[in-house]
């Protein structure tokens, strides 16, 4: 157990819908990394979050967004889903800079 | 954004066998990092590395910080069924946020 956890773990929806996966952070982290799992992809970092603030973008489209609130918890906002955005969302926690993350169990997202 | 290049994509072995894989890229990273994904589960740390050079063990499992700083290998000695499993490797380079991953080394045992 990774002491990070993701809510809902599997989610269905249909295209052009909203959805909003959450996570809470090992006790203590103040850093939230979300990243996205595709089969053809691998694992690609979306968005960062430390103490409440955004530190960096990656490959993260318009259509999601995030936060981080201020009890840590994070949230990772899919909008205007795309049967290409079925994947695995998965939230990382850190509590420091040296790269060392710590993943949930993911949310599966499969958009019909 | 950089890639990182792991190899094996796949390998097929016997129980009892050691396994080596490995990871490249054309850039510089100051860490690496071994990640395991089991099925239905997030990745899991198995060691990181922080200087040129290093070697470090966990159990059976040995890896090393490529001197060139553009590598890392992970080796798994006498391996085992619950090895079974994708294998990452993970970079970080200086000034950048977020961790760049390789797509994985899928481990099959056969017994």
């Known amino acids: 157990d990774s002491g990070v956890t993701q809510t809902p773990k599997h989610l269905i929806t249909a295209t052009g819908q909203r959805v909003t996966l959450r996570c809470s952070p090992r006790?203590?982290?103040?850093?939230v990394y979300w990243y996205q799992q595709s089969l053809d992809q691998g694992l690609q970092f979306l968005i960062h979050y430390y103490n409440g603030e955004e530190r960096a973008k990656g490959n993260i489209l318009e259509r999601f967004s995030a936060q981080q609130f201020p009890d840590l918890h994070s949230e990772l906002n899919l909008s205007s889903l795309e049967l290409g955005d079925s994947a695995l969302y998965f939230c990382?926690?850190?509590?420091?800079?040296?790269?060392?993350?710590?993943f949930g169990e993911g949310s599966r997202l499969t958009v019909l | 954004g950089q890639q990182l290049n792991q190899s094996p994509q796949s390998m097929f072995i016997q129980e009892g066998e050691d396994v080596s894989m490995n990871c490249t890229s054309s850039?510089?990273?100051?860490?690496w990092l071994w990640y395991k994904q089991e099925p239905g589960e997030g990745p899991v740390l198995l060691i990181a590395l922080y200087k040129a050079g290093e070697l470090t063990s966990n159990g059976r499992l040995t890896a090393q910080f490529g001197i060139t700083r553009k590598d890392s290998f992970l080796n798994i000695s006498a391996s085992i069924p619950s090895d079974v499993g994708i294998y990452f490797c993970a970079g970080r380079q200086r000034g950048a946020d977020g961790l760049t991953f390789g797509k994985g080394t899928h481990l099959i045992i056969q017994p």
């Open positions: 850039s510089i990273f100051n860490t």
């Open positions: 006790s203590g982290d103040l850093s």
């Open positions: 990382a926690s850190s509590g420091d800079y040296t790269g060392e993350l710590f």
